[in-house]
C-alpha cells in the first residue's frame, strides 16, 4: 500500500513539476489563486474517485458554498443570490482558468451585508420587544426564502433576536419566581426591567458574536470557498489552512507543545479557561483559570507583544513554542494585579485523548475496562506514543489483576490511524489478515497481523455506537468476521470505510513566495473487511443492539453529502477463532435479556422522544405559549429522569499505577472519579460484563481442535 501510494506522490510530483503553475507562480502575488490551481490538480489526479469538474460539479459548489456563508439566511437579498447565479454554472470555468472572481464577489457582499446587520441589530435591541404579541419563528432556516428588502430583513433579524431575548427573559422570571419562594423579602423586578436584562443579555452575545466575525480574515472565508470545493468529492476529503493542520496534527498525536493551558476570547481579552494537567503551566502553579494574559514576550525579544484584540489564533501562535524555549507573561490576575510569568515551554500531551482502563468487580470476579477516545498517533514518528502502544499496556497491567473478561469501549471513536488497528487486532489474535485496503486502479493489499503471540486471549466484548467511525469500525469488524469478540451497540456504527492521507502542499512546489500553503486531507483509498465486505455507508452491525441516544438522528456517513458508494471484493483467507464453547448462545441469552430491560426501553423512549423535538422548527414568540411550552415538554420529560438514576451493581477501581498519580494530581482524580460515576450508571457496560461472564473459554483448543478456514 505505502510502496504504491509513494509511486502515485512521484507521478503527480513529477508531473506537477512541469504544469503551468510551477513556473509562473513565483511572480504570481494571488496565493488563493495558486491554491486553486495546487488543490484542483492533486485533487484530480490523487483521489481515490475523482469526480469531473463540470457544470453540474459546480452547481453543487455554488450551493453548498453559498449556504455555508449564510446558513441563516439574515445576511444576502434574492437579489445578491440572483447575481451570484450568474456563477452557478461557471465555477468550473474559474477553477480551470484560475480564477476567483466568484469568490471576490461574494466576500466582498458578504463583509457588505454584515457591517449592514452590524447597525441593524443595534436599531433593534434599542426597542423593547413585546413579549405578549402573538408571533412567531421558522427554524427551518434551509427552506426559508431569501428576504428581498430592508424592512424584511430587519423583520427576520428582530425575529431571531427577540427568539434569543425570550429565553434569556423566561429564565429571568423562573429565577425571580424561585427568589420569592426562598425568600419573601425578596425584592421583584417589574417585566419592565427583566425585559430589559434580557437584551442587554443578547446585546452581549451579539457583540461576541461579532468580535468572532471580526477575527475571521479574508484567508478564513477563502477556506471555506475551497472546501466548499473538495468536499463535493467526499465528505472526508478537507482542506487545512496552516492553523487547522496544527490543531490536526495535535488531535490525532493528542500532544502539543506549549505552556498547556486552554484559552478563549473574552471581550479583546484572551483568557485562561483551563490548565492541562502536567503541563508547564499546571506544574509551575502561577496562573491560574480566569487570568488574562496581556502580553507575551519570547525570550530573544527585547520588548513584549500586547495581543488585547489580537485574533485568538494569533495570539496562540505566540503562546505555543518548541519545547524548551522559555515565553514571558504579562497577566492580570483573577483579583486584578498585574504579574510577569515566565514559563518554560514543554510537551503536553492531552490525557482525554489517551486509552484509560479500570478494573471491574462484579461479585466474585474482576473484569478489566478500556476505553479508546481515538486511534491515535504521531503523524511524523509512529514509533512515539500512539494508540497501540497504549492499549496494549493497559492490558498488561489489567492482566496483573487477574482480569476474567475484557471490554474494550470504542464508543463515540471517530477513527486515526490505520497501523493502531492492525497492531491493537493483533493483541487477540494468533495471526492473520486485519483489514484489506483497495488503492484505485490496484488490487486490495491486505494488511495483516505476522506475530504469532497472543497478549489477550480470553473472552472479549467491543461495544461501538453510531459514532464509532473509520478505524473503530475496521477494529470492530475484524474481531466480529473471526468471532473473536461480540459487538455490542447500535444497530450500525458510522459507515465510514475510505483511507485519507494529509498531504503537505508546501511540498508540491518549487519554490514558493506565499509563505504556508496548508494541506489536503485526501481521500486516497477504501477498505474492506476481511469477509471483503465494505464498511462504507453500511458500517458494522452489531451482534447485540442496542438502543441509544443517538438511534433516530441522522448522523451517519449514508447521512453526509457526496458519500462514496458501497461495493464488495473477495474475501481473505483466515481461521476463525475457535476459542469460544457457547459464542451463539451467549449472544442469545444477551438479546434476550436486553428485549426485558426497562432501562433500555426508557432509553429507546428518549431516542424517539428527542428525534421528535428535533423536528419541531416553529416556535410562538408569546411568552405565554413559549412557557407553556416548556412546561410541557419539561412533564414530558420527567419519564427520563430515571435514566440518570440507574445504578449497577458494579464496582470500578483505578490501577495501581494511576493510583499512584492520582496523589499528586487532583484533577486526574477528579476525572476519574467522574469517569468511574458514569460507567457505574452505564446499562451498556453492565451488559458487556455479563456477557463476559456468559463466555466460556474452550481451554483445549490448540492441542485437540483443527482450526475452522474460510477461504475465498
Known sequence: MKKSFLILMLTVIVSAASCSFTTKVENDPDKDKLLIDLISYVLGKGHYDAKDINDDFSKEVFSDYVDALDPLKRYFYKSDIEEFKKFEKLIDDEIRNKEITFFNLTYDRLQQRMAEARTLHKEILEQPFNFEKDESIDTNYENLPYVESKSQMKDRWRLQLKFNALSSYYDKVEEQIDSVTKNSNYSRKTSIVLEKESREITKTSLKEYFEFADDLERKDWFSIYINSIVEEFDPHTYYFAPQDKDRFDIAMSGKLEGIGARLQKKNDNVKIIEIISGGPAWRGNEVEVGDLIMKVKQEDEEEPVSIVGMRLDDAVSLIKGPKGTKVMLTVKKVDGTIEIIEIVRDVVELEETYAKSSTVKKNDKTFGIVNLPKFYFNMQDYNQ????????????????????????????????????????????????????????????????????????????????????????????????DYKRAIIIGSKQTYGKGTVQNVMDLNRWMRSNDFGDLGALKLTTQKFYRVNGGSTQLEGVKSDVVVPDRYSYIDIGEKDQENPLPWDKIAAADYDLWDGYIDFDQTINNSKERMSKNDQLKLIEENAKWVRQKRDINKYSLQFSKYKLNIALNEKQAERFDAISDYKTNLTFQSLPYEKELMKKDSILTEKRKRWHKSLSKDVYVEEAISVLEDLKINNIRRSKNPLTTVKN
Open 385 to 480: 506514543r500512539n494508540a497501540a502502544k497504549d492499549v496494549k499496556q493497559e492490558i498488561i497491567r489489567l492482566k496483573e489483576q487477574d482480569m476474567d473478561g475484557l471490554v474494550i469501549d470504542l464508543r463515540d471513536n471517530g477513527g486515526g490511524s490505520l497501523q493502531t488497528v492492525v497492531d491493537i487486532a493483533g493483541l487477540f489474535i494468533e495471526k492473520g489478515p486485519i483489514v484489506q485496503v483497495r488503492t484505485k486502479g490496484e488490487s486490495p493489499e491486505v494488511l495483516s497481523d505476522k506475530d504469532r503471540n497472543i497478549l489477550w486471549d480470553g473472552p472479549l466484548v467491543i461495544l461501538v455506537n453510531e459514532l464509532s467511525a473509520s478505524a473503530s469500525e475496521i477494529l470492530a469488524a475484524a474481531m466480529q
